[in-house]
């Protein structure tokens, strides 16, 4: 079995046997009904809380009403006392397990981060206690009578809250969670924007998003003897489940299984175990018997990690003929009190201009701590980025008086352009975001609906036609220490069926479908007599599952190259028994045929029941059994493209919204099964218009939530969702089967379609400002902030720059002077010495070790990482450090890092050129 | 907590238990006669994922207590296929237009559907629309949902398209 080329992550050496008939294919390319579906609508899915086990008990937490303070004290006796209840644990019980909540990337937080509330809470619905008893009813009775004191604070709720509130976390300086690029914009860059004849300044809110999977979260966990543990788990891949208890938890001499073979959606929320998942699996270990906990919506529209809640403004600098020129972006994105990973979104920034041809672009990028529940990934979690630019681009277009569809036409990356490199520095080879908008315009008759717009206005009716292009980055594989490739084993079975074992997961995504459309048209077996497992831990091998839209794209590679494999050892095989040259030797629909020689003809179930049982039969050297697997690493990033109409009316008396059409063309190279496809972008596209129009997680000033039901919080129905018409461009990807993903897209498009048609019908009245979700209250007010009877004239189009202030502003943080908790001891400066560390990169938090030796004012020592050592010199004072390193990979850059010493901890920047200001943290080793 | 002791018929076969009076008519047929098909999304009567029937009529499952459905003929995801396994025709509706992907929602969105179409007069596409519009999916956009519905208030059944192509 041939390696992939690990230094380049292509497969240049199986490529032309490898590449299908794109589309074509007996089953890839086709529609047909999925494998899930059958056990799905009978009832027969397994589901977490499908789970019983003998002898499993169940769990409810206790949790805080106030978004921070001390806590004085817990008092459990009274809950212990009710009859059914069998023990009720604090974080001083798990506290021994020293357990560390890892993120994504597998490295600790930057904030500790317990399973249940070390002595503080910092957001409403932080779990205290938890109780175990003999049924849910009984633990939740339990879990209302424990009694807790609190000495409460002032929460900071809001971004704003944050830059000028009090540190969330004691002994933290301020409220940053995460910063990259510039502080203060670039000389140069500012001298463009300002001498631009174009300049527009365009700000959008994006409010607080729940994932809101149908099937909440959930576990359940069973210690069996020292060296096993087993957790049925609601998650996005069992294997980064077992991956990450088994290093969040300690437990490398723990066989650890996890099972998750249906569950009920994740859209990022359940990438890894968080709070919850940990204390029960930690509770399950102290008290030695099987346990159950299953969020309920009013826990997870409350405590369940949440998305998005970002704010940035987007400078865009245009000539006369609205061609790009230069622009700078600032962002802010409210982390909570504990994220699954500190985060200021680079990816926002790196892709913000992807698709266009802008010359030049600068940013600041900021993550800020709050007391609410912590940030977690969404569905295309840099969403933003196209959010922005795509409906600062009309606003451009109002402005400037172009059409907004020659404004993108004008600026799009054609497929002659490439293969090219993105202000950012990202290489771009076959991109087709506007082949995408040609397509799509063929489908779209503009004029016409230009003509009915302003015949629409004449009677009053207010229609908009929203257009946004896209790229996005699918199918990543290398960068990022879980991001890595997919595998698949397949066997031909003594009985002729097929039946192969995946790294994939589906929460929903019909990965057993799309992978057993693969087998079957490489192997020549109908797709009835495939079967393929996935959903267990113990089953398959390591990938992160259903994670930036890549499944499709690797997975699929992976089961076109073992199936291609073992395709030849049925083909050697048959040669041998049929006394025939392999390459008159084919497989169909379960037969092996010799090419001129029908008498010849055998099943396959023949041959394989011979490769098993008959080793005598087998040619000499061959392997027994029909049996092959492959690892496939795809290029390290496949883009896909798409651009998306958006036609809607807009009821000026109520403020209502009514989509009227939707066209998405996407370009996602192969199409294994287009129902599947169609099904990920429309849901996406779903789940944009409950971010534009109804969906939206708040907050009181004392930071309580106040979407706690699916009342309060509304997600789009099918009332709010219109039938949406596909366009496929399929230019295969470089990857093998050149699939592309398309998990995200329809969620990172659908947003700026929508806003810009509703800018569109509303541009009589004035700019649309992008405070989503645009209720009908924020409607009305754009529409009644105007005399609606007024004629059009040159003030029209109100701009946002009038909206909002007139740019990003550099914000003062909030300094820790004077919180309780900071202690008044000098501080400790002892430089000298190992000191482990975290530098927060645009490729994810990267771990290395730092020797400092100091000699006055003189600094020496060495940083070292799995990659390699390297040695440094200079300058020291007080705890201040300062020093240069030079680096070759990824690129030749300068990296200077500003580091200062407190105590046994260290902290500082790292600017690394083009990328801006990393943040580095770290302890004394 | 007190008990009661409830009889009912579930999916044809009889069952008798005894129930705190505050459990929940899903909650009873999850955890007491083992039919998890009844799925539980949001337990305040707004998803729809629960929804089983009770005497004929689509009921949410969680906004009803399980002594209320004493004496009651019950039927649930898991009652609705024939022994020999052809699914009801609402199911091969939805598996043959993909309306549906992770599948948590599937239950409640099937039960409303065959209590709509077991009334004596076939649903009309509004009706069966309206219906529907108090569940919640968050998978499929509701497209293969639709097209299902279409194709069980139609009086001939469309051809599956898979999609709407232009």
């Not at chain 1, 099987?290 to 245009?318: G, S, T």
């Not at chain 1, 927060?840 to 060495?862: C, K, N, R, V, W």
Request: charged content about 20%; aromatic content about 6%.
């Amino acid at each position: 079995m041939s390696a992939p080329d690990s230094t380049t992550g292509t497969q240049a050496g199986h490529q032309p046997a490898a590449r299908p008939r794109s589309g074509s294919g007996r089953y890839i390319g086709q529609r047909v009904p999925r494998k899930e579906d059958s056990r799905l609508l009978t009832g027969r899915g397994q589901f977490v809380d499908d789970i019983t086990l003998p002898g499993m008990l169940h769990v409810a937490f206790a949790r805080s009403p106030i978004a921070r303070g001390r806590i004085v004290s817990i008092d459990t006796d009274v809950a212990r006392d009710i009859a059914g209840v069998h023990a009720i644990y604090t974080q001083q019980d798990l506290a021994p397990f020293n357990v560390d909540l890892l993120s994504f990337y597998l490295v600790p937080p930057e904030v500790e981060t317990t399973p249940l509330a070390n002595g503080r809470v910092a957001y409403v619905g932080e779990p205290i206690a938890l109780v175990i008893a003999d049924s849910r009813p009984v633990a939740e009775d339990a879990a209302s009578l424990i009694e807790v004191v609190f000495a409460e604070e002032d929460p900071v709720v809001t971004i704003d809250d944050a830059r000028r509130g009090m540190p969330v976390h004691p002994g933290a300086e301020d409220n940053i969670a995460a910063q990259m690029g510039e502080e203060e914009i670039d000389e140069d860059l500012q001298a463009q924007l300002d001498g631009a004849p174009h300049l527009i300044t365009h700000r959008v809110v994006h409010q607080r998003i729940s994932q809101s999977p149908m099937e909440t979260r959930g576990v359940v966990a069973t210690r069996d003897g020292a060296e096993e543990l087993t957790l049925y788990i609601t998650c996005q891949s069992p294997h980064l489940v077992a991956r990450w208890v088994s290093l969040a938890l300690g437990l490398p001499q723990t066989a650890i299984r996890v099972i998750a073979k249906d569950v009920g959606g994740g859209f990022g929320l359940k990438n890894h175990p968080w709070m919850e998942e940990t204390a029960v699996i930690l509770a399950a270990q102290l008290f030695n018997r099987p346990l159950k906990w299953i969020e309920d919506r009013y826990e997870n529209l409350i405590a369940a990690n949440q998305a998005r809640e970002q704010e940035m403004v987007l400078q865009i600098a245009l000539d006369d003929e609205g061609k790009l020129i230069a622009s700078h972006g600032d962002y802010s994105v409210n982390n909570g009190a504990y994220p699954q990973l500190s985060e200021c979104n680079i990816a926002v920034h790196m892709f913000v201009w992807a698709a266009y041809k802008m010359p030049r672009y600068g940013f600041l990028t900021r993550g800020w701590y709050t007391n609410t529940v912590g940030y977690a990934a969404y569905r295309g979690p840099w969403a933003m980025e196209s959010l922005i630019r795509e409906t600062a681009l009309d606003v451009a277009a109002r402005r400037i008086g172009i059409d907004p569809i020659e404004l993108r036409r004008r600026n799009l990356v054609t497929l002659q352009d490439q293969p090219t490199t993105s202000c950012m520095d990202i290489p771009l080879e076959d991109i087709t975001p506007a082949e995408c908008l040609e397509k799509l315009l063929q489908a779209f008759d503009v004029s016409a609906f230009r003509k009915e717009q302003e015949a629409g206005r004449l009677q009053g009716r207010h229609l908009g036609l929203g257009i946004a292009t896209y790229v996005e980055p699918t199918g990543a594989a290398g960068a990022i220490t879980t991001m890595t490739g997919e595998l698949a084993q397949v066997r031909i079975e003594p009985t002729g069926k097929v039946t192969a074992t995946m790294s994939t997961h589906s929460q929903g995504h019909g990965t057993a479908t799309t992978m057993a459309q693969i087998f079957a048209d490489r192997l020549g077996v109908a797709y009835e007599d495939v079967t393929v497992f996935e959903g267990d831990s113990s089953r398959g091998g390591f990938s992160p599952g259903a994670a930036g839209s890549r499944q499709g794209v690797i997975a699929g590679g992976a089961a076109i190259m073992a199936a291609d494999l073992l395709a030849t050892r049925v083909r050697q095989l048959a040669a041998h028994l049929l006394e025939a040259e392999v390459d008159a030797i084919t497989v169909d629909d379960g037969m092996v045929h010799v090419e001129g020689a029908p008498d010849k003809s055998r099943s396959l179930a023949e041959i394989a029941s011979t490769a098993y049982g008959e080793p005598d039969r087998l040619p000499p050297g061959f392997e027994a059994g029909l049996e092959a697997q492959y690892r496939y690493q795809p290029p390290p990033m496949t883009f896909s493209s798409a651009a998306n109409a958006c036609v809607v009316e807009v009821d000026i008396d109520t403020g209502f919204v009514k989509i009227l059409r939707w066209i998405s063309s996407e370009d996602c190279g192969t199409a294994i099964n287009p129902s599947v496809v169609e099904g990920q972008i429309a849901g996406g596209l779903a789940q944009a218009i409950g971010m534009v129009l109804l969906e939206e997680v708040r907050f009181d000033a004392r930071g309580n939530p106040l979407a706690a039901t699916y009342k309060d919080y509304h997600l789009p129905a099918i009332s709010d969702v219109p039938d949406f018409e596909f366009v496929h461009a399929s230019t295969p990807s470089q990857s093998v089967g050149g699939m592309r993903g398309v998990g995200e897209g329809g969620a990172i498009i659908g947003a700026p379609a929508l806003v810009n048609a509703i800018a569109d019908a509303l541009a009589p009245f004035g700019e649309v400002p992008v405070d989503l979700p645009l209720t009908p209250t924020k409607i009305l007010g754009v529409i009644e902030g105007r005399d609606l009877r007024s004629k059009p004239d040159s003030d029209q189009h109100q701009f946002i720059a009038e909206h909002t202030a007139a740019g990003p502003q550099v914000e003062v943080p909030a300094t820790a002077a004077g919180t309780a908790d900071q202690t008044a001891a000098p501080a400790d400066i002892r430089v000298d010495g190992d000191w482990n560390m975290v530098l927060s990169t645009p490729m994810g938090p990267q771990e290395m070790t730092g020797h400092f030796e100091t000699d006055g004012q003189a600094l020496s020592g060495y940083l070292s990482s799995p990659e390699g050592q390297m040695e440094f010199t200079g300058t020291v004072e007080g705890g201040n450090l300062k020093f240069d390193l030079k680096v070759q990979k990824p690129m030749k850059i300068t990296l200077k890092y500003t580091l200062a010493v407190n105590g046994d901890k260290i902290a500082g920047k790292c600017k690394m050129g083009i990328f801006g200001s990393a943040k580095v943290s770290g302890t004394r080793a | 907590m007190s008990k009661h002791t409830i009889e009912m018929t579930i999916n044809g076969r009889r069952h008798t238990a005894d129930v705190e009076s505050r459990v929940s008519l899903s909650d009873f047929l999850r955890e007491d006669a083992g039919y998890t098909g009844v799925h539980i999304g949001c337990d305040h009567g707004v998803c729809g994922a629960c929804t089983v029937m009770v005497n004929g009529e689509a009921v949410r499952g969680c906004l009803m207590l399980a002594v209320q459905a004493d004496g009651a003929r019950v039927t649930t995801v898991e009652g609705l296929a024939a022994p020999d396994g052809t699914l009801h025709p609402v199911q091969a509706a939805l598996r043959d237009e993909h309306g549906l992907q992770c599948g948590f929602c599937t239950p409640g969105i099937v039960m409303t559907m065959a209590a709509l179409s077991a009334r004596e007069k076939r649903p009309t596409e509004e009706q069966l629309l309206n219906a529907l519009s108090g569940h919640l999916c968050r998978c499929t956009g509701y497209q293969g949902i639709r097209r299902a519905a279409r194709k069980l208030a139609s009086p001939e059944p469309a051809e599956s398209t898979g999609g709407d192509s232009v």
